[in-house]
């Protein structure tokens, strides 16, 4: 199930290690409205800033992707090569370079090897539609376990649509956004602003809200097309069918965060956090994060350890607006503080850390607002990945 109007392709080419699917098109037969997202990290990837200029626009119809480099830190060379990818590609779609969008991701500072990826290109243009998404999610992973993958139907007037979205991202997770590549396409008419400002919602409480590590990427892009080809009226925000369109982009996003934070590199269990009772939802979402990317913290979950303490320690540093003798701490449904104070059911609590799913709820009783955080633990395979990530 993907959206009508999409083709993909994927080939080897040996850009990290050969013996795998490394490089990645997606293809939309009629052009397209698309909007973006980029990482906010003053350090970005050559192709980010390519894209950055080229969404202003508005515009476009394809999108490569390869993994195992990041063309980061590359210099003026790195630019011209990820000009060059986007050039070969319009050409052998008889397409203008604008339209075609360039991501990578991989080991950072390390040339691209063009010399393998420029043979490449006319195989991949003439598989278009041998490959389906399931291939190019599966194409884009670095240290990623599983492709992550997500199709949602959507009913606008008496059409059905579809959303397709698919990511990567294990590690150097936290926004904003998270060490991440995610396109979403959908075969819906959607005005571009009203998509622009849709996606940009809708990252905001999911991708926004995870962290794997506290690390942010120089990468980070979400893109989505919409290119309208199941023929519906073009959606604004002020029509019926946008709350439906709205709905079903979120829950695509949101379940696609937590497929990031269910792989994180190394993880054994996933992990929400949850603020209530903050002055503001800054403090709420700043509480949030605290706690999530706390090494003391996922240390103790890893360990089925209920040190609620570090939980405490955490709100305490996160500069928001707090009084100790105030908060709850739950463990699933266990409250192991009330009103700063210990309620000795440490035991109770360890038994909700054996699980796979953890929820830690924190309920400051200063006001109204709320934020949640997706994290996972932190093990030792997260150390044994990223040691050996370059080599």
Known sequence: ????????????????????KDLALIYSKVEANIAGTFTTNKVKAAPVRLDMKKIRAGRGQAIIVNSGNANACTGLKGLQDADEIAKLIALGLQMNPSLVYVCSTGVIGTPMPMERIRPRVSELIHNLGKSTLQDVAAAIMTTDTFPKIVNKKVKIGNKTGIISGICKGAGMICPHMATMLCFIMTDIAV?????????????????????????RSTNDTVLIMANGTLGNPLITERMKSYTAFKKALHEVTLKLSRFIVENGEGATKCIEIEVKGAKNERDAARAAFAVANSNLVKTAIYGNDANWGRIMAALGYSGIQMKEEKADIYFGKVKVVNKGITTGKDKEATEVLKG?????????????????????????EYVRVNARYKT
Request: charged share 25%; proline share 3%.
């Open 1 to 20: 199930m993907t959206p009508k109007g999409f083709l993909f392709s994927t080939v080897e080419a040996a850009i990290k290690v050969p013996g795998r």
């Open 356 to 380: 796979k799913d953890i929820g830690i709820f924190i309920n400051l009783n200063l006001g109204s607002f709320s934020a949640k955080v997706l994290t996972c633990d932190l093990t030792e």
């Open 191 to 215: 005005e571009q602003e009203t998509l622009d400002k849709t996606l940009k919602d809708a990252i905001k409480t999911s991708f926004n809200r995870i962290t794997v590590d506290g690390d």
